[in-house]
Structures are given as structure tokens and as C-alpha cells.
């Protein structure tokens, strides 16, 4: 481990009273984690304080095995069972029967069906139910979170999304991680900044975008899967601060 420096001590600070406040007013709230960089800051800040929200992940059924390692690690380390949920399988059958296991690659409309089922349709039966959840995005990942709130509201399932690492930096993600000894993807050491599927994650070459890894072949602008989708309402006051 080694000693954050005090920006970074107080980040966490603020990070453990933004989350506590969204498990007070908000409940039931989970985390939706990928288990990358990020969503492992939160997690620490969850388990480590104690704070009331629950954690679950997506096992889209084509992660890397390094990925899915860290629920284990997560157990090991925090004594607590990430849950997981998997796309529907019948779904996934007639998509790979009558496109291929690999379509994605012909389109991006056959890249985001792909996503649809093992991504978005899960994550709606995962968020079924909660008053909340909790991201792990920020705005200096790619040009399409440029503008991403602190908070915002969506109105269709009346639920509120929280990014509280929005203003933070990919250095401050770091100090975090390292000054705690925080357990996180190995693939990270060997280049991948963000980490997706395996068919759709590579390392990035240096000075490319954070994200440059994920979807490599599409536009910088269409590189999301359908899990976050702009809302109606959103702010940037800290959770807490909302009348």
C-alpha cells in the first residue's frame, strides 16, 4: 500500500458521505459494478464503511476470467458475496443460432443487441425494485460521459442513478485503490484501462482515449451498450443537498 496524498484522503471523504446519504434516503440502493477500476473504489467505500447498499454484477457469460476472479477476491477480502446476474439463456441461443457468436462485429446495431441481451435486460431485472443505484462513471472516460451529473432522475422506472465519481480523475481512481490495497483487474497492469467483454475490450496504445479498447472498430460516439442512458432530470448537487 502506500500514503494517498491529501486530495485523494479527501475524495474518500467525501465519497463515504455521498454514499452514506444515498443509503439513507434512497433505500433499497445496489451498486451496479463491472468490476472494473472504479466500481472497485465503491466498493471498497461500501464494505469498508459499512453503508447499506447493496452490490451485484453482470456475468454476460463472455468476461474475461480475470474479471470474474475478483468476485471470489471481493469474498476473500470483504467477506461479502457479490451478486450476479446472467442474461437470459434462451435469448442468448437464438441470437448466436441466427446471427453468430460474433455478429457484433458486422454492426452496431447487431453490437448493441448483443449488449441488449446480456447487459441491459439483466440489469433490469437487477435494479427491479431498488430506489436507487449507484455507477461507477466519470466524465473524462469518453466524449459520450462528457456532461455526466452527479445525479439524475428516470422517470420511467422513478428510480434515481447516482455517479459519484463523476468529477473524479483516472490518477485519483488510482491513489485510491493503491494507498488502500484495494483488490483489482490484473488486466488493468497490462494495458486495459477499461474493461468490457473479451470480444470487445483490448489494450490501449499510448495516448489513446481511455476507452479507446472498448468497441475499437465503431465511432468514438456510439461506444456505449445501453446501460446508461441520459435521463430527464439531473444535477450536480451531492447527494444529501437535494430539497
Known sequence: M?????????????LQRALHAIATEHTPAALASSLGAEDMVL???ILRGGI???????DTGRLHPETLS???????????????????PDAVDRYVSELGLDALYRSVELRR?????????????ALAGKAAWVTGLRRAQSVTRADLPLQEFEPGPGRWKFNPLAEWSEREVWDYLRSRGVPYNPLHDRGFRSIG????????????????????????????????KPSLETTDLQPGQLG
Open 113 to 125: 443487441r448483443c449488449c441488449e441481451i446480456r447487459k441491459v435486460e439483466p440489469l433490469a431485472r
Open 43 to 45: 466498493t471498497d467505500a
Open 52 to 58: 447499506g447498499v447493496e452490490i451485484f454484477t453482470l
Open 70 to 88: 475478483l468476485i471470489e477476491r471481493v469474498r476473500e477480502r470483504y467477506g461479502y458475496d457479490i451478486r450476479v446476474y446472467r442474461p437470459q
Open 197 to 228: 467483454c473479451a470480444p470487445c475490450t483490448r489494450p490501449t496504445a499510448a495516448g489513446e482515449d481511455l476507452r479507446a479498447g472498448r468497441w475499437w472498430w465503431e465511432d468514438a460516439q456510439t461506444k456505449e451498450c445501453g446501460l446508461h
Open 2 to 14: 502506500t500514503t494517498a496524498p491529501a486530495g485523494a484522503q479527501r475524495r474518500a471523504e467525501d
